[in-house]
């Protein structure tokens, strides 16, 4: 059964975008608990000594792709459940976990050189206070690179109707404007909105976004 479900978790990586020789060889504890939305690293690239925060990490198979690139860097993983982080902290590698919710972050501010999110933003009950917590933490400069889901007409009834949307972040997804509009707000520049993927009933997209330097 474990073996069976770590394949569903790789062929839904690779179906969402993630190249298939980089999942051939991810560990398969990562790959079966799989539950993003996207590939997340292309054009992201690392000098190898930044702090990045990955916010709702789930099992980390973010985390240990970008802690596999930072050689003198570190990784804060973060997610409200306990038993997800234990999987990535299982792979021996140094990232720093951190049990807690992307709207209220117990991490200082002005720490990270890069916020990653994956399919976690459209968790928040207030996408305002999960995105203002993502730009508090990022240094100036910083950025933030996501995905997350968008909707392009109005949900079906079955989708709208089921507590369990929400879970899954299909209920949480919002129109592309009102999406940039949220992120602009908590005070990102240069916010992009790209490479657009068919997902269930809704569309997958990658979010990049910058936080300004100070200036008159």
Known sequence: ????????????????????????????????????????????????????????????????????????????????????????????????????????????????DVVIANASFNLAISKTAAFSEAYRVLKEGGKLVARDLIKTEELPAEVLTDPLSFNTSLGGALEEEALSAEIEKAGFKDVSISDHRPFSYVTSVKIEARKPYPGP
């Open 1 to 112: 059964m474990q073996a069976e479900a770590a394949g569903n978790g790789a062929e839904k990586a690779i179906e969402a975008g993630y190249p298939a020789e980089l999942i051939a060889g991810l560990p398969p504890a990562l790959t079966a608990s799989y539950s993003g939305c996207g590939y997340l690293f292309d054009g992201l690239n690392f000098e190898g000594d930044e702090t990045v925060v990955d916010l709702g990490a789930g099992a980390g198979l973010d985390s240990f792709i970008a802690a596999k690139q930072l050689s003198n860097g570190r990784v804060v993983s973060v997610d409200m459940t306990y038993e997800m982080l234990q999987k990535v902290n299982s792979q021996q590698l140094s990232i720093n976990l951190l049990c807690a919710d992307i709207e209220y972050l117990p991490v200082l501010s002005g720490c990270a």
